[in-house]
């Protein structure tokens, strides 16, 4: 069965770095695309960022877009999420995602996902 | 920040029929992008509930269904269970934004 697990959370310092990964196994990775999505206390899901089948095409939400870096290895079935000058709003549960398609910024469905990992920036 | 609006929370007895609508715009679920919705136990993973506005995965019971019109797309459950007392969230794509949208969540309550 698919199965995400998420790790890499923690309590950072505003400012500083954290890279979260996902590993993904039950499937054949390589031959779907990933994100991530978010989920802040008390607050509803944000999509953060995509990454095509082969890791050529991404793309980031405007909230993150310049701090945050999606990537995979497709030889390890893992994906990464490098986060850079962390903020307190980026405090949140982080999900990886699963998509329908193999290519990017095509509207179709988050067909699994991980259970998250939480992200505490504080100081 | 979420560009589809759904109510915050609606209710109803066992056995009856919920409908929680998503109201988005011409750029997203009026461009003609699928709508899809999940069900969000805070602190569980969330799960694929219809995909594609009106699609069914395996295994999820034919309480549930989805339809999709001009901006707005519903979901409606009937046959309500205790069970399904959780969140649940709409989702499309915006060309403008080239991103990635959910709706503002909304809670279900069983009385």
């Known amino acids: 069965q698919v199965q995400l697990v998420e790790s890499g959370g923690g309590v950072v310092h505003p400012g500083r770095s954290l890279r979260l990964s996902c590993a993904a196994s039950g499937f054949t990775f390589s031959s779907y695309a990933m994100h991530w999505v978010r989920q802040a206390p008390g607050k509803g899901l944000e999509w953060v960022a995509v990454?095509?089948?082969?890791?050529?095409?991404?793309h980031h939400a405007d909230s993150v877009k310049g701090r945050f870096t999606i990537s995979r290895d497709n030889s390890k079935n893992a994906l990464y999420l490098q986060m850079n000058r962390l903020r307190a709003e980026d405090t949140a549960v982080y999900y990886c995602?699963?998509?329908?398609?193999?290519?990017?910024?095509?509207?179709?469905?988050?067909?699994?996902w991980g259970q998250g990992t939480l992200v505490t920036v504080s100081s | 920040q979420s560009v589809l609006t759904q109510p915050p929370s609606v209710s109803g007895a066992p056995g009856q029929r919920v409908t929680i609508s998503c109201t988005g715009s011409s750029s997203d679920i009026g461009a003609g992008y699928d709508v899809h919705w999940y069900q969000h136990l805070p602190g569980t993973a969330p799960k694929l509930l219809i995909f594609d506005n009106n699609r069914r995965p395996a295994g999820v019971p034919d309480r549930f269904s989805g339809s999709k019109s001009g901006t707005s797309a519903s979901l409606a459950i009937t046959g309500l269970q205790a069970e399904d007392e959780t969140d649940y969230y709409c989702?499309?794509?915006?060309?403008?934004?080239?991103?990635?949208?959910f709706g503002t969540g909304t809670r279900v309550t069983v009385l």
């Open positions: 995602a699963r998509d329908r398609y193999y290519d990017i910024l095509t509207g179709y469905s988050f067909e699994y």
């Open positions: 989702q499309s794509y915006d060309s403008t934004l080239s991103a990635y949208v």
């Open positions: 990454i095509s089948y082969d890791g050529r095409n991404e």
